[in-house]
């Protein structure tokens, strides 16, 4: 960076550093630094410019248009900035002109954060011990007509990873690309998620992000990256060359492979607190700019966070500047990053009015309106830990949910759990008793069964109690409330019954996920058994706890996950558009759904609240599909028998006779991982079901 000239007036918007060919325009949003009335001394605001050997050059912002402190300089892209503020504090307000700070807008931040006492002591500056923002000419890059590929929700199966976990050990991986968003774009994973069926893959958080500094003393790191502080800038950890800047384009390249190959791009994204923490944190940007709107506060207590994440702060959506902050930052991503969708991290917080959560918020409705978002895809973890968080099913159209609930029975279910028939069946068949209200559609269900927060598939099936000891916390950490079963003996063993029990209640699980309506989450590294050695909170571990072992990848698992991918892509039957109505719909005599007992009579209310009851026999009719296809044609499927046997012991189970399809086959028996062998089995006949086990039936001949 030359020496710039001193600068002219710019312009308020657009905020953030915008190079437009010969200069940039600076613009930032900073509160209220004169005080009310009061004598405002030195406040002042100053955009800091930093050249190749980081000498600092300060302007004082004189423009200002509102809260908004503006001005154009004659630089260009790569010219590292902050911002310094200094003004007259009122309860709640931490201006302090020794901290430099990252502007909100940044599109790229290069350098790191030291955690030592220059950031977290007032009276030091912070310039030497904190990164920078970086002017990006986001025009530079050739998306050669790439394009949402705009998948259906009754079509997407979403695949959970980490950008680092999912390719750090790949051998399939180029060494130099192994954790970073090239690896992740690598025609080996590329070929992968495709083999599994998965239609979009959901990244946990990209945007840069800062490890807690008692992390950092002992010698761990945010890993999952949860601790957001540039809502607008990839991180720089997942590039190839660990450059903040290099980040954006190869960011830009990942999603534009992944969308050649028919694959998605959803971001976990963190707009609930910020990596500034609890009293106390560092100032790094939104608390050295406007402490009291960027953050909640406990009524009539100014700067006293009202902490509904337990992270030590909550960002306060409430706001206009920082419902604007969030909306500008979405779109940013979905126009120029290209990504198709959002995984809102505790979406409760953002969700929160004067008195606790509501569906008609102004950040939500926002959204809602937002000609760009309101066309992607949108999904809620409807939770906090603040007082009422918990919002399952509370989310308006057209968001989707972590359907927390389904987790919770589906894992219920197969561990025994007494009297889930009811609500199993409910889960399975999309939970229209939590989301058929207000248009909502199976597709507000999010299904999921394990997820990075929590045990893996192989660690649900092996271990019952937590084994967080990595994380030094003595095993605190993490919840208690796993739901698992350990088949027999904690952790490794070398019994074959209980590994056969294992492997067997794995591909169980798995199977109800797939042939549930609603829209499926499968965690990355399940499809692998892959495995966490116990622990349920991995977020500090950027280590073979966390990585992917693709070298022990469980074979005959990975081969029985494909078949399920290709069997639900196969059938609409089991991903309908619209709830299912146990009903004629007009197309077909029968019922869209039907359901039996053992001996292959209807169920009755006897049947669903025996306490003891562990045995579903569902009928799905493939010739009363009422919603058309895109096209407006009728949709026309196999029927299809799903019998699930949650039951310690195997049970005889009669198919249906009647008014019911008189041939069927065996696709699928959880009881096996090979490949089942077809065979024609006539309605009436009695087929064993082995415990523990889910058989599917594809109809082979009509009534």
């Known amino acids: 960076m030359a020496n710039p000239t001193a600068p002219t007036p710019g312009l308020p918007l657009p905020l953030g550093a915008t190079f437009d060919g010969g200069g940039t325009n600076f613009a930032v949003v900073v509160g209220n630094i004169d005080g009310d009335g009061g004598d405002p001394g030195g406040a002042r605001v100053e955009l800091c410019l930093f050249d190749d050997d980081g000498v600092e050059t300060r302007f004082v912002l004189t423009e200002r248009s509102g809260s908004t402190y503006h001005a154009r300089v004659d630089v260009g892209p790569g010219t590292r900035y902050g911002y310094r503020v200094r003004g007259v504090r009122r309860?709640?307000?931490?201006?302090?002109?020794?901290?430099?700070?990252?502007?909100?807008?940044?599109?790229?931040?290069?350098?790191?954060?030291?955690?030592?006492?220059?950031?977290?002591?007032?009276?030091?500056?912070?310039?030497?011990?904190?990164?920078?923002?970086?002017?990006?000419?986001?025009?530079?890059?050739?998306w050669e007509g790439d394009r949402l590929p705009r998948i259906?929700?009754?079509?997407?199966?979403?695949?959970?990873?980490?950008?680092?976990?999912?390719?750090?050990?790949?051998?399939?991986?180029?060494?130099?690309?192994?954790?970073?968003?090239?690896?992740?774009?690598?025609?080996?994973?590329?070929?992968?998620?495709?083999?599994?069926?998965?239609?979009?893959?959901?990244l946990l958080p990209v945007h840069r992000h800062v490890s807690e500094p008692r992390l950092a003393e002992m010698g761990l790191s945010n890993y999952w990256g949860y601790n957001s502080i540039g809502f607008c800038a990839p991180h720089h950890g997942y590039a190839?060359?660990?450059?903040?800047?290099?980040?954006?384009?190869?960011?830009?390249?990942?999603?534009?492979?992944?969308?050649?190959?028919?694959?998605?791009?959803?971001?976990?994204?963190?707009?609930n607190h910020t990596a500034e923490g609890?009293?106390?944190?560092?100032?790094?940007?939104?608390?050295?700019?406007?402490?009291?709107?960027?953050?909640?506060?406990?009524?009539?207590?100014?700067?006293?966070?009202?902490?509904?994440?337990?992270?030590?702060?909550?960002?306060?959506?409430?706001?206009?500047?920082?419902?604007?902050?969030?909306?500008?930052?979405?779109?940013?991503?979905?126009?120029?990053?290209?990504?198709?969708?959002?995984?809102?991290?505790?979406?409760?917080?953002?969700?929160?009015?004067?008195?606790?959560?509501?569906?008609e918020v102004s950040f939500l409705a926002a959204v809602a309106q937002d000609p760009v978002l309101s066309e992607v895809k949108l999904i809620a973890e409807p939770w906090d830990v603040g007082l009422g968080g918990y919002q399952v099913g509370q989310f308006p159209h057209p968001w989707s949910e972590w359907n927390g609930r389904y987790r919770d029975v589906v894992r219920d279910f197969w561990r025994g759990e007494p009297a889930m028939l009811g609500e199993m069946a409910q889960r399975i068949c999309g939970s229209s008793d939590l989301y058929e209200w207000g248009g909502r559609s199976p597709r507000a269900s999010l299904n999921f069964i394990t997820a990075h927060d929590g045990f893996t598939l192989a660690d649900l099936c092996s271990y019952e109690r937590k084994h967080n000891e990595a994380n030094g916390e003595d095993n605190r950490d993490g919840t208690d409330d796993n739901r698992s079963t350990n088949g027999g003996v904690e952790g490794p063993t070398d019994d074959i019954a209980v590994l056969e029990r294992r492997a067997r209640q794995r591909r169980s699980l798995v199977a109800t996920l797939f042939l549930s309506q609603g829209v499926p989450m499968l965690l990355g590294g399940d499809e692998l058994a892959a495995t966490q050695h116990g622990t349920n909170n991995a977020y500090a571990q950027d280590n073979e706890i966390s990585w992917l072992d693709w070298a022990g990848a469980d074979l005959e698992l990975l081969t029985f996950v494909q078949r399920l991918g290709s069997f639900r892509q196969a059938h609409p039957v089991v991903r309908?558009?619209?709830?299912?109505?146990?009903?004629?719909?007009?197309?077909?005599?029968?019922?869209?759904?039907?359901?039996?007992?053992?001996?292959?009579?209807?169920?009755?209310?006897?049947?669903?609240?025996?306490?003891?009851?562990?045995?579903?026999?569902?009928?799905?009719?493939?010739r009363a599909i009422a919603e058309p296809d895109r096209d407006g044609g009728h949709v026309v499927d196999d029927s299809l028998l799903i019998i699930v046997n949650g039951a310690d012991d195997a049970t005889s189970v009669t198919l249906p006779v009647g008014?019911?399809?008189?041939?069927?086959?065996?696709?699928?028996?959880?009881?096996?991982?090979?490949?089942?062998?077809?065979a024609s089995i006539r309605a009436g006949d009695?087929?064993?079901v082995e415990a523990r086990t889910v058989m599917v039936f594809v109809a082979t001949a009509a009534d």
């Open 659 to 678: 008014a019911w399809p008189t041939s069927w086959s065996i696709a699928i028996d959880t009881s096996v991982g090979a490949l089942v062998a077809p």
């Open 278 to 359: 609890g009293p106390g944190g560092p100032i790094l940007s939104f608390r050295g700019l406007d402490n009291t709107s960027y953050y909640r506060s406990v009524p009539d207590s100014p700067g006293v966070y009202d902490d509904s994440t337990g992270c030590g702060n909550s960002v306060d959506a409430r706001r206009p500047q920082v419902i604007a902050l969030i909306l500008d930052s979405l779109r940013y991503w979905v126009t120029e990053m290209h990504v198709d969708g959002f995984r809102f991290d505790l979406a409760t917080t953002l969700a929160r009015g004067d008195n606790g959560f509501d569906s």
């Open 91 to 142: 309860d709640g307000d931490v201006w302090n002109s020794n901290k430099l700070l990252l502007d909100p807008y940044a599109l790229a931040v290069v350098g790191e954060f030291t955690h030592d006492e220059r950031l977290l002591d007032n009276d030091l500056d912070s310039a030497g011990a904190t990164a920078r923002s970086v002017v990006v000419d986001p025009t530079e890059f050739d």
């Open 576 to 622: 309908r558009r619209r709830f299912l109505e146990g009903r004629p719909t007009g197309l077909s005599v029968r019922d869209d759904v039907s359901w039996f007992t053992s001996w292959g009579e209807p169920m009755g209310p006897e049947h669903w609240n025996d306490p003891d009851g562990r045995l579903i026999v569902m009928f799905l009719n493939g």
């Open 240 to 271: 190839a060359g660990r450059d903040g800047v290099a980040a954006v384009s190869e960011f830009k390249e990942m999603v534009k492979r992944l969308h050649q190959a028919g694959i998605e791009v959803i971001l976990d994204v963190v707009y």
């Open 686 to 688: 009695h087929v064993s």
């Open 152 to 202: 259906p929700w009754e079509e997407s199966v979403i695949y959970e990873a980490h950008v680092k976990g999912l390719t750090q050990l790949h051998p399939g991986v180029a060494e130099e690309l192994r954790g970073t968003y090239l690896g992740v774009s690598s025609p080996a994973v590329i070929d992968h998620l495709r083999s599994v069926g998965a239609t979009a893959v959901e």
